[in-house]
Structures are given as C-alpha cells and as structure tokens.
C-alpha cells in the first residue's frame, strides 16, 4: 500500500498572497479544512507544507501555505499534485478502497483463477466507479465496481477477484 497519495493537482493561482487554486481528487471537497500539511513532490523529493488557511470557489480548493507568499511563487508550484500522508486520510466506509490503493492490483476470474490483467485507472461514473483493466496484450476491459462484478479486494496483496457478466469482454 502507498503511504501517500494524490488527493488533486494544483492548476492556477489565486490572487497576489500567494494562494494555490487546487483541482481535488476526492468526492468531498470540505475534507480540506481537517488537513493540517500536505506534501508536494518536487525534483523527486516529496516537500511537507504547512496550511496556512482554505478557502473553496465553486469546484476548487484555494490554498495558503505557510512560506508561499506571493504570487510569483505560488506560480512555481502549477502542475504539481498535492499529496497527503495515508495516516491523515479519513477513515473509509467497509468495502470502500482509496483509488491509489486499487490501482496497480492484478486482477483474476473468479470462476477459472485467470489472470486478466492489472488495474491501470479507476474512475467515477456517478453511480458507481469504473476499473480500467490492462491485460499483458494491451487490451482493456472496463469491470463496473458492483458486487455483481467486484467479488473480493484484497488490498494487502494488490489482488481483485471478479466474476465477469455477460458483455463485459
């Protein structure tokens, strides 16, 4: 399991104190205001950052870090993802998995044990989520995260049992 993971990507600037407009990554917004640090990678070295104050315009995140004061340097930061410590995640409901915990896990028919493939990207479609499969070929199957389909995560091991309906390959 990853110890951090992106949480969103920070896309502009926001007014001359130096505050960060951020693109978040998570179905709550608000879950902003319970961090204290986030974490930035820059030239391969992962940076903790104080937060200063956050504010909220429509869909983004503004954020105010201690030590980023200013516009011009807030403007060095566009592009980069923030990130948060796995520890300082909220805790998640059963049967619920973060994103960066699911990707990467190789996935298995339940029926017959073969190897499918490895989740390269997972993503909402508003009713459920959606994992992208990789087979060694190269082809995609697109598995809905439904108990249907879904049979068991083990996130320990990076292994996804599924049962695959009719029309899914």
Not at 6 to 21: F, H, M, P
Not at 79 to 92: C, E, G, H, S
Request: with cysteine.
């Amino acid at each position: 399991m990853k110890e951090y993971f992106e949480i969103g990507q920070i896309v502009n600037t926001s007014g001359l104190r130096g505050y960060i407009k951020v693109k978040p990554f998570t179905d709550d917004i608000k879950r902003f205001n319970k961090l204290k640090t986030i974490y930035i990678m820059i030239n391969k070295e992962l940076k903790e950052y104080t937060i200063e104050e956050v504010k909220y315009v429509k869909n983004s995140v503004l954020l105010k870090l201690v030590g980023i004061d200013s516009i011009e340097e807030a403007e060095k930061y566009r592009n980069y993802y923030v990130q948060i410590n796995k520890k300082d995640a909220p805790k998640l409901e059963k049967d619920s998995y973060f994103i960066a915990d699911i990707e990467d896990c190789k996935v298995y028919e339940q029926d017959t044990n073969k190897y499918l493939g490895i989740v390269t990207e997972v993503f909402p479609t508003g009713s459920n989520d959606v994992y992208v499969v990789k087979s060694e070929e190269g082809k995609q199957i697109l598995l809905p995260a439904i108990k249907d389909v879904i049979k068991n995560v083990d996130i320990e091991n990076k292994k996804i049992i599924v049962k695959l309906l009719e029309g899914l390959i």
